[in-house]
């Protein structure tokens, strides 16, 4: 396929810049100077090399630390460009739920997609001494629920300190009416430890047993990837081809978490790709990064263990390999149980 021709995903961090403290925050290293802002000319250059670019999603920082103009100029070029491509921002909506009216002509627009973040612990924070509540995220979310007319979906970052309180993300998500998508820290930023995707699945079964599937992204699309469908990240290894991350300063990497360790063997040549229109071919992917250890490689948990290549980076550098194999192992009779009733009812 012509490179052209590619359905990419762009994942754009426009600013490094956000009005909140989350003491797990994977993106507080990506630039020095932490006004710098990336100019929408570069997104623009990568729409022309890429015109069928499927989303960009934005993230950061916050997103709204921008004005609404950035991501409407990027509609205005998308519209007149003719392009298919969605804009999707996450963003902690603080700045919509001060000042709602500066946002919401540009949240209905029909091409730009909004999502959020929680997550129960005292780890989300307002500001040094103020986390986000159950109460105050209900209230963001009934303020934009109340103006726009689709559903807000949340995602929720799980790690060794708030574990225990995953499964009461996805009955929120249930009360509310919409989906949350649970996600283990990765080890970035000010988080200095990952969490084991092992104990990830674990949650993800629990989730899939208490018939909650509905209400978790994750596992809807685990789910369906057992039942023989493609999944996208985090859990599919093409990433490499289809997927590519710029930072603030124009820096262009294959991967985001990757892009927020500022990782030079996963960054790539924006002059060559993009200016230069070179055909680079498929990444090639470092060879640290290939598998956690060489008895994945004739192991039926392969895809679980080794789908993304953040995973194997963090797991390998905290000296987690054996620990997520034995977790990985005791689980595997439970998933390909789940993985033959799967298959057999995409069968029927
Ligand atoms: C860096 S944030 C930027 C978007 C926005 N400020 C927000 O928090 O929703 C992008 C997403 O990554 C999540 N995140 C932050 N730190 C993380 C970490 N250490 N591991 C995994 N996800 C993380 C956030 O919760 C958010 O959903
Ligand atoms: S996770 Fe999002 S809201 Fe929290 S500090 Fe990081 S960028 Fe800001
Ligand atoms: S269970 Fe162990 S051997 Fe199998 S893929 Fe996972 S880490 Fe590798």
Redesign the pocket.
């Known amino acids: 396929m012509r490179p052209e021709d590619k359905g990419m995903c762009l994942i754009l961090k426009p600013t490094e810049l ?1 009005n ?1 403290n ?1 003491e ?4 507080t290293n990506l630039v020095e100077n932490k006004a710098q802002k990336l100019p929408i000319e570069k997104v623009f250059q990568f729409l022309d090399r890429f015109p069928k670019t499927q989303g960009i999603f934005v ?5 709204l630390m921008m004005s609404p103009s950035y991501y409407e100029n990027l509609l205005d070029y998308i519209s007149r460009k003719n392009l298919e491509t969605k804009v999707i921002i ?3 909506l603080w700045d919509f739920y001060i000042k709602p009216e500066k946002w919401l002509s540009l949240f209905k627009h029909p091409k730009f997609e909004v ?3 929680f ?1 129960y612990g005292l780890e ?1 924070k307002i500001s040094k001494n103020l986390y986000l509540t159950e109460d105050l995220f209900i209230k963001i979310y009934n303020k934009f629920t109340s103006l726009l007319d689709y559903p807000l979906y949340f ?3 799980v ?1 060794d300190t708030n574990e225990h309180l995953a499964m009461d993300s996805v009955l929120l998500a249930k009360k509310l009416g919409t989906q949350c998508a649970l ?9 200095k430890k990952p969490f084991l995707s092992a104990k990830m699945f674990k949650i993800y079964m629990d989730i899939y047993h208490q018939g909650l599937t509905e209400y978790e992204k994750t596992v809807y699309d685990l789910v369906k990837k057992v039942g023989g469908l493609d999944m996208a990240c985090p859990m599919n290894r093409s990433c490499g081809h289809w997927m590519r991350s710029l930072n603030p300063d124009g820096r262009y990497f294959f991967c985001g ?1 990757l892009n ?1 360790d500022l990782d030079s063997r996963a960054e790539l040549s924006f002059e060559d790709e993009i200016i230069k229109g070179k055909v680079l071919g498929d990444v090639a992917i470092h060879s640290d990064w290939q598998y956690l250890k060489e008895e994945c490689l004739t192991c039926d948990m392969f895809d679980f263990c080794n789908g993304c290549r953040k995973v194997i980076k963090d797991t390998k550098g905290h000296g987690l390999v054996e620990d997520q194999c034995t977790m990985m192992l005791s689980l595997r009779d439970g998933l390909l149980e789940v993985a033959k009733d799967e298959m057999a009812a995409a069968v029927c």
Do not use: H, I, K
């Open positions: 956000c909140w989350c797990y925050c994977s993106s993230v950061g920082g916050d997103p996450t963003t902690n999502g959020t973040s997550q989300r995602l929720s970052v790690d996600t283990w820290a990765v080890s970035s930023g000010l988080q978490p927020d």
